[in-house]
């Protein structure tokens, strides 16, 4: 498999500092394991690597017993523990590890927010720098491959997506079966094992009906009634999925004014293949009668990486008003609201909302297509 240069990696040695933990998040299946086990081999002499599933690290690590954890990881000056939301009171484990070792480097990485951010929030507050992973982004691609490989693959994009291993398959049906893999054997994985989810099947319908969704208001209401299921668990559901890094929230943008919508949210999907595994369509883009989803979800996806990636603090939203004047994306950074529309067709025409900008007067306004997202998105 080519190696695909990720844009942590110039960011690790920021991050990884004695004295503090790094954790990282993403979705499973990202790369988070390869670039960490990268960065380990290169920079540290004397390393441990373990995993959560290890019986004998969970043992160790959830302990609390201060003797027991230094003996076993004395003489390391890196430290590399994978899966860690797998282990039981890992925080605590990991505070008595940095408090005793001032000059060890300590690493760990997991798959679910809601696991490992409440394990490790409380013991390891001031000791820890966080960092979100994604799919592989456009601007790594463009890095690894160049421009005009990303011009050509970009169809192929919108339709399987950017995880590493979709990009390194050989054809088409080798990256359905992947997605399809991911689909029905990781996706879910953190959630049922963690959460014990009674109706397992109610949270794919659910996932399915937001894949039909995307960039529109959801009704929680509507959900429950056509799930059977109590809108407190459809709520409770939907934040879980949040927390697994399976979709995005976003709500929309007000200052409160009669015509704006202000009590609503739309989702995304981490990744474009993940979201069409799971409505089962991998038609290509000529095909597909939802191609504006697809396009506006790559684009706000894609975007998020950028903010991430390049340290660019934005509060997101969308807008939209009731007589369904509307813009895809507001960005509130700098003191400057900053709004998109995103069209997959460049020849339709594309203006700023007339109510958006009497409104918003200093705002800015610019139409993402395919033949202008380059610098929106790299």
């Given at each position: 498999?080519?190696?695909?240069?990720?844009?942590?990696e110039?960011l690790l040695d920021?991050?990884?500092?004695?004295?503090k933990?790094?954790?990282?998040y993403g979705p499973?299946r990202v790369?988070?394991?390869a670039?960490?086990?990268?960065y380990?081999l290169e920079?540290?002499r004397?390393?441990?690597i373990?995993?959560?599933?290890?019986?004998q690290v969970?043992?160790i690590l959830?302990?609390e017993?201060l003797?027991q954890?230094t003996?076993?990881?004395?003489?390391y000056?890196?430290?590399?523990?994978?899966?860690?939301?797998r282990i039981p009171n890992?925080?605590?484990?990991?505070?008595?590890?940095?408090?005793h070792?001032?000059n060890?480097?300590?690493i760990?990485?997991?798959s679910?927010?809601f696991k490992?951010s409440n394990?490790?929030?409380?013991p390891?507050?001031?000791?820890?720098n966080?960092f979100?992973m994604?799919?592989?982004?456009?601007s790594?691609?463009?890095k690894?491959?160049?421009n005009m490989?990303?011009?050509?693959?970009?169809?192929d994009?919108?339709?399987?997506g950017?995880y590493?291993?979709?990009?390194t398959?050989?054809?088409?049906?080798?990256?359905?079966?992947?997605?399809?893999?991911?689909?029905?054997?990781?996706?879910f994985?953190?959630i049922l094992e963690?959460?014990?989810?009674?109706?397992p099947?109610?949270?794919?319908?659910?996932?399915?009906?937001?894949a039909f969704?995307?960039?529109?208001e959801?009704?929680?209401?509507e959900f429950?009634i056509?799930l059977g299921?109590?809108?407190?668990?459809?709520?409770?559901?939907?934040?879980l999925l949040?927390?697994?890094?399976?979709?995005?929230?976003?709500?929309?943008?007000?200052k409160?004014?009669?015509k704006?919508i202000?009590?609503s949210?739309r989702?995304y999907?981490?990744?474009?293949g993940?979201?069409?595994?799971?409505?089962n369509n991998f038609?290509?883009?000529?095909?597909?009668?939802?191609i504006?989803?697809?396009?506006?979800?790559?684009c706000?996806?894609e975007?998020?990486?950028k903010q991430?990636?390049?340290?660019?603090f934005?509060?997101?939203y969308?807008?939209?008003t009731?007589?369904?004047?509307?813009?895809?994306?507001v960005e509130d950074r700098d003191?400057?609201?900053h709004?998109?529309e995103?069209?997959?067709?460049s020849r339709k025409?594309?203006?700023?909302?007339?109510v958006f900008?009497e409104?918003?007067?200093?705002?800015?306004f610019?139409?993402?297509t395919?033949d202008?997202f380059?610098?929106?998105v790299?």
């Amino acid at each position: 498999m080519n190696w695909i240069n990720r844009n942590i990696e110039n960011l690790l040695d920021d991050y990884i500092v004695p004295g503090k933990v790094f954790l990282l998040y993403g979705p499973r299946r990202v790369g988070k394991t390869a670039v960490l086990q990268k960065y380990v081999l290169e920079h540290f002499r004397n390393y441990f690597i373990g995993t959560g599933d290890d019986i004998q690290v969970r043992k160790i690590l959830s302990s609390e017993d201060l003797i027991q954890i230094t003996n076993s990881f004395q003489g390391y000056n890196g430290i590399f523990i994978d899966e860690a939301q797998r282990i039981p009171n890992i925080g605590w484990g990991l505070k008595l590890l940095v408090d005793h070792n001032p000059n060890l480097k300590i690493i760990a990485s997991g798959s679910s927010s809601f696991k490992l951010s409440n394990d490790t929030g409380e013991p390891l507050t001031g000791r820890c720098n966080t960092f979100r992973m994604f799919p592989v982004s456009i601007s790594e691609l463009i890095k690894t491959h160049g421009n005009m490989h990303v011009t050509q693959n970009l169809n192929d994009y919108l339709i399987y997506g950017t995880y590493p291993e979709t990009l390194t398959a050989l054809n088409y049906n080798s990256k359905k079966r992947y997605l399809i893999t991911l689909r029905n054997s990781y996706l879910f994985k953190d959630i049922l094992e963690l959460e014990n989810i009674k109706n397992p099947d109610k949270l794919h319908d659910l996932l399915q009906m937001l894949a039909f969704q995307i960039g529109q208001e959801v009704s929680i209401n509507e959900f429950s009634i056509s799930l059977g299921i109590a809108k407190q668990t459809v709520e409770h559901y939907i934040d879980l999925l949040e927390k697994s890094f399976i979709i995005i929230k976003v709500r929309a943008y007000s200052k409160n004014l009669r015509k704006e919508i202000s009590k609503s949210s739309r989702f995304y999907f981490y990744d474009n293949g993940v979201r069409n595994a799971i409505i089962n369509n991998f038609n290509p883009v000529g095909q597909r009668m939802d191609i504006g989803m697809l396009w506006e979800n790559f684009c706000f996806i894609e975007r998020i990486k950028k903010q991430n990636y390049q340290g660019i603090f934005s509060n997101n939203y969308f807008w939209r008003t009731y007589d369904r004047q509307e813009i895809d994306l507001v960005e509130d950074r700098d003191g400057v609201l900053h709004a998109y529309e995103f069209k997959w067709n460049s020849r339709k025409t594309c203006k700023v909302p007339k109510v958006f900008k009497e409104t918003y007067p200093n705002s800015e306004f610019q139409c993402i297509t395919p033949d202008n997202f380059w610098e929106f998105v790299v």
